[in-house]
T-cell receptor
Framework: QKEVEQDPGPLSVPEGAIVSLNCTYS??????FMWYRQYSRKGPELLMY????GNKEDGRFTAQVDKSSKYISLFIRDSQPSDSATYLC?????????????FGGGTRVLVKP | GAVVSQHPSRVICKSGTSVKIECRSL??????MFWYRQFPKQSLMLMAT?????????EQGVEKDKFLINHASLTLSTLTVTSAHPEDSSFYIC????????????FGPGTRLLVL
């Protein structure tokens, strides 16, 4: 069993819909959670970063962390075709700066105009 | 955000040759950088942690003699794939901790390696 599980998709939604992404994990030591967006043949781009449980909102993006369930989510409101990409969750026990990240497998999202 | 660059962006080489990939932090210093490998439609797998002024730390199963890492300065880490073989063909990505935002990392654009 992988430490971090993420549905590979593809997840296809019409433009303007809400995109809902999630990851589950098994290591209760994880405290720092990140979401990255990766376009084809490009490096990952940081979207959201959260520490411990709770919600965080940034523009059209909302990240949620439920440590009791070992479950994290990312919601994208008013989705645009430019949001079509692979979304990767990542997490770390001690903070990501000097420590390795454990990634989910990524979910491919397609927003249709 | 902080910028991390990689060079080259794409390289094709013959089997048995060595290939060097550079990772630079453009506007900040990084005592630690990370090297990842990503196969098509798969996630990033950490290969090693590059430490300025000391030896790199390799993940289990990664051959340190095949994947040589040198963190020459506070802004440059290099990954050399020695005696490359077709199975080494992959997307190699580096990352560095973000300055002032200690809990995140910024990634380079990646280098696509094709070994013929």
């Amino acid at each position: 069993q992988k430490e971090v599980e993420q549905d590979p998709g593809p997840l296809s939604v019409p433009e303007g819909a809400i995109v809902s992404l999630n990851c589950t994990y098994s290591n209760s030591a994880f405290q720092y959670f990140m979401w990255y967006r990766q376009y084809s043949r490009k490096g990952p781009e940081l979207l959201m970063y959260t520490y411990s449980s709770g919600n965080k909102e940034d523009g059209r993006f909302t990240a949620q962390v439920d440590k009791s369930s070992k479950y994290i989510s990312l919601f994208i409101r008013d989705s645009q075709p430019s949001d079509s990409a692979t979304y990767l969750c990542a997490m770390s026990p001690w903070g990501a700066a000097g420590n390795k990240l454990t990634f989910g497998g990524g979910t491919r999202v397609l927003v249709k105009p | 955000g902080a910028v991390v660059s990689q060079h080259p962006s794409r390289v094709i080489c013959k089997s048995g040759t060595s290939v060097k990939i550079e990772c630079r932090s453009l506007d900040f210093q990084a005592t630690t950088m990370f090297w990842y490998r990503q196969f098509p439609k798969q996630s990033l797998m950490l290969m090693a942690t590059s430490n300025e002024g000391s030896k790199a730390t390799y993940e289990q199963g990664v051959e340190k003699d095949k994947f040589l890492i040198n963190h020459a300065s506070l802004t440059l880490s290099t990954l050399t794939v020695t005696s490359a073989h077709p199975e080494d063909s992959s997307f190699y990505i580096c990352s560095a901790p973000a300055p002032g935002l200690q809990e995140t990392q910024y990634f380079g654009p990646g280098t696509r390696l094709l070994v013929l």
